[in-house]
Every structure is written in structure tokens, then in C-alpha cells.
């Protein structure tokens, strides 16, 4: 396909105009065969031509062939893109991170001229895509800020609207505390999850953090802009639950509202539907439920008129569902229905790697809330509070906190302190920090001198480092990470 060379060389000598013309050609022939994938767009901004390479990208587009891809307009079928700039300015965007649903590319752009010096199309080259090996770390961090950005980016919206008064999510996946190799799985799960419209089912103990999760999910799916409604049935006496769920119709009984009242189902309409403790449902109600979710209709309390509604569902249990159905307690036509996408949020005893962060995240929490000051925990602290086996999970470890920060005179915490709190508070079995196996070594002199494995003493080291700078910079970790030459978060490693 020839390129036209820019109306600015057209006073050139004939054979240098036909060498640039031959060089214009040559370069896009370079590209076309050793790119990652080339676009052609009119002026218009509609795809006029893709080549071989690129049409790998268009399935993860959305696209079964290249008919239905090229005559769209590029702004419609490709997320992100800069080609609309290209051709408003004139001017090339020579290197570039995209990221859309088929991945993260480095690509150029490039405008198209006529003789005239008139913008007739864009040229976009994709140089690398994911796949490079050479550049995958540096693209795989690049998505990582970006999904870390883009959810607090939802988190900021929901606090919006959360200010107008709207049932919506108070949380993103960027609330869900944790780096560990369980809690990625878990979030990258849930983040497909949200993009179904197929009922989710939250499973795992008490205090692990189900109802943020849902928070998370309702808001990073097409629904976000919908309510959110929750109902913990444990909470629910049973003889409300149904007008609870489907609502009443005007007059259904002595004193009901002449106006009626909406159920949750209908509230939830255009949105999601979190029901919570669903293990803890009576069964009359449990067919009822199965009929709504597979009618998707509903019918109101003292009503014979059945009303459709459009909610997506996610329950939360920290039952074993599958144990209740094999006793009788659970309908097992209800639980395969539900049972769509289950999934299990991990016991904090499972992540203790994530423990520090919470640690730090959770005491702020309280302090911001409390108007006290925030605390600064020793690393034997953080230490015993990491081994134990916490029972209540999230929930126990800020009950924890929360007596600490409130006992605490000087908002300095060591060890003994947190062990303290812990005989108190009952609620946790104490496990002492764990020892390094250790043996002495008999230097000249009659001293001794404590030996355990390298990668422990380094440890060591490195925590009596942490403390000198934390006690040096007043606990100001920001100041204490930069007096060490290390990130913050390198930090929290430190101290784990």
C-alpha cells in the first residue's frame, strides 16, 4: 500500500522526490512484515486496513472476522486509542503504552498527508505486545499501576456517589488488603467474576472480608452505576424476610403502609443484590428465592401481580453450603444455582505475609476515626501478632488494634503489650513468635557467639535496622524508608 510523502519535500529535484517516495514505501513494507501489527484509519477515523499480524488481536477485541472489524470507527473498537489525536493535530505519537482487552502494547502513530499537506489517515504500528520477553517486566508493571490506579479511581467515584445519598459500593479491590499469593488469585478471580452477569457465591469464615469483596465486584462491573443492596438474613427475624425480599403490596395486612413497600429485589433493580449469611435462610423461603432468580420476577406480599425485575445476585456464606444440603438444611436446586462462580476468601491465618500491611492499614483506620495518634508497632509485635492463629481473621486482628491504640499512652507498641491484649481479650489462643534454631560457636576468651541460619540472621539485621530508623525519623516511616536508601514497602518487608 503507498504512503504519500508530506507536501514539504515537493520542491525537491525529481530524483530525490522518487528516492523518498521508494524510502516512504520501503519503511512501510519494514513495518508491515517486522511490527507486532499495523491499522490503517481514513480521515474519518474508520479502519480501512488492518495486515496479517494484527488480525490475532481482533477475538480478544470482540471481533469473530476482519469484515466486522475494518469500516468501525478505531475509537469504538479499540479501547484507549490515540489515533483520533493523530489526525485532529497532524502530529505522530511516536512511542506509547496502550492498553486495551487484548493487552499492553508499545506502539507509534503516525499521520497520513496528500500532496497537498492535508491529513487523509493515521498509520498505527504496534512495535512489542506482551508476548516480548525482553519487555515483559516492564509491561507487566505498567499494568499493574495502571489497575491499581484504575481502582482508585472507582474507589473515589463510589465515596462520590456515596455522598449523594445512593446505595452504592464502598469498596474496590483496592480496599482488599494484601499482596500474598492467595489474595492475588482471589482478586484476579473477582475481577473476571464481575465482568458476568451470572450469580456469585462468597464462601469462607467469618471476618475474612466477604462483603467487601462484593462491595469490590458490584463496583468494577458493568453495573457500578446501579444500587447496591444488601441484606444479612442472620440479621432478618424470619417472619419479615419475605416482605423483606419482595415487598408488600398497598393494604396486604393490618397496618401495612397504603403505599405498599418496595422489596430489595426491586430496589436492587439495574444493580446487585448481596445477600448475606445465605446459608442461614429458612427453606420456605429458599424456594421462593430459586423461583425469582428463575423467572426473574417477583411477587409482592398480599399482590397477585407479578413484577420483573433486573438484579444481579451475591450471596456470602461462611457456611459449608454443601454439608447443609446433604442434611436437608439447604436446597440443593438453589445452592447449583447460586454456585455459578464461588469464591473463597482466604482465612488470614492462610496470608500471614499480608499481616504487616493490615497491620499498618487497620491502625490508621482507627486512628483517623478515633482522632487519636497513630501508633507505631515494634517489629516483635508485628511479629506475634503475624503467628497467631486469629480466629476471627480481619475482624479480631482490628479488635486487637483497636484495644492497643486505645490502652496505648505513647502510641509506641512492643510486645509485650500486644501479648497482653491478647490474654485479655480471650478471643485468640496466643502462639509465641517462632524461634530460629539456633546453636553457640565458643570464641577466644570464653565468648559465645549465637548461630542460626544466614538468611534469619540477615533478617534479624535487617529488622534492628528498621527499628534504629523508625526511632531516629519519630516513626515516620516515609522518612525512615528514604534515611535506609529503600522503598516503603520494602520497608513493611523488613518488619514482617
Request: glycine fraction near 8%.
Amino acid at each position: 500500500m503507498p504512503l504519500s510523502v508530506d507536501s514539504d519535500f515537493a520542491g525537491l529535484p525529481k530524483d530525490a522526490q522518487s528516492i523518498l517516495n521508494l524510502a516512504a514505501k520501503s519503511l512501510f513494507d519494514v513495518f508491515a512484515h517486522a511490527s507486532e501489527g499495523m491499522l490503517l484509519v481514513n480521515r474519518s477515523g474508520r479502519v480501512v486496513w488492518i495486515n496479517d499480524q494484527y488480525r490475532r488481536y481482533l477475538p480478544a477485541l470482540g471481533f469473530a472476522s476482519e469484515q466486522a472489524f475494518v469500516g468501525q470507527p478505531v475509537a469504538e473498537v479499540i479501547q484507549n486509542t490515540q489515533m483520533q489525536r493523530v489526525l485532529e493535530t497532524g502530529k505522530p505519537i511516536l512511542i506509547d503504552l496502550l492498553t486495551n482487552k487484548a493487552g499492553t502494547f508499545v506502539v507509534s502513530r503516525f499521520p497520513l498527508r496528500d500532496d497537498a499537506g492535508q491529513v487523509i489517515g493515521a498509520l498505527g504500528v504496534v512495535l512489542f505486545d506482551q508476548a516480548q520477553s525482553n519487555l515483559q517486566p516492564f509491561l507487566a508493571k505498567f499494568s499493574l499501576m495502571q489497575r491499581e490506579l484504575d481502582e482508585a479511581r472507582d474507589a473515589l467515584a463510589v465515596q462520590k456517589r456515596s455522598g449523594l445519598g445512593l446505595r452504592q459500593a464502598r469498596h474496590s479491590f483496592a480496599s482488599f488488603i494484601g499482596t500474598s499469593a492467595p489474595v492475588v488469585e482471589l482478586k484476579r478471580q473477582a475481577r473476571r467474576a464481575a465482568q458476568s452477569s451470572s450469580p456469585v457465591l462468597l464462601l469462607g469464615e467469618t471476618g475474612t472480608g466477604k462483603e467487601l469483596l462484593a462491595h469490590a465486584i458490584h463496583a468494577a462491573s458493568p453495573r457500578a452505576k446501579g444500587p447496591l443492596v444488601s441484606v444479612n438474613i442472620a440479621a432478618v427475624p424470619e417472619t419479615l424476610l419475605e416482605a423483606e425480599f419482595f415487598g408488600v403490596a398497598p393494604g396486604a395486612y393490618t397496618g401495612a403502609d397504603r403505599k405498599g413497600r418496595e422489596g430489595k429485589f426491586r430496589l436492587a433493580d439495574g444493580g446487585t443484590l448481596f445477600l448475606d449469611e445465605i446459608g442461614d435462610m429458612p427453606l420456605g423461603l429458599q424456594a421462593k428465592l430459586l423461583r425469582a432468580l428463575q423467572e426473574g420476577e417477583i411477587e409482592p406480599l398480599g399482590s397477585n401481580r407479578l413484577l420483573p425485575f433486573d438484579a444481579r445476585i451475591i450471596a456470602a456464606t461462611s457456611h459449608d453450603l454443601a454439608k447443609l444440603v446433604h442434611e436437608g438444611r439447604f436446597r440443593e436446586d438453589l445452592y447449583y444455582r447460586l454456585n455459578a462462580l464461588p469464591l473463597r476468601a482466604p482465612a488470614l491465618r492462610d496470608r500471614a505475609s499480608d499481616i504487616p500491611a493490615l497491620i499498618e492499614v487497620l491502625a490508621e483506620d482507627l486512628a483517623l476515626s478515633s482522632g487519636l495518634p497513630h501508633p507505631e508497632f515494634s517489629a516483635q509485635a508485628i511479629a506475634l501478632l503475624s503467628v497467631q492463629n486469629w480466629r476471627g481473621n480481619v475482624r479480631e486482628l482490628r479488635n486487637v488494634i483497636e484495644q492497643l491504640l486505645l490502652r496505648s499512652d505513647t502510641g509506641l507498641l512492643d510486645a509485650s503489650e500486644v501479648e497482653g491484649v491478647l490474654r485479655e481479650s480471650g478471643l485468640s489462643q496466643i502462639t509465641p513468635a517462632p524461634l530460629a534454631a539456633q546453636a553457640t560457636l565458643n570464641l577466644e576468651g570464653g565468648a559465645q557467639l549465637l548461630l542460626s541460619p544466614l538468611s534469619q540472621q540477615v533478617k534479624a539485621l535487617e529488622r534492628m535496622a528498621v527499628a534504629a530508623a523508625l526511632q531516629s525519623t519519630q516513626g515516620n516511616k516515609f522518612a525512615a524508608a528514604k534515611l535506609l536508601g529503600v522503598s516503603r514497602s520494602k520497608l513493611y518487608q523488613c518488619l514482617s
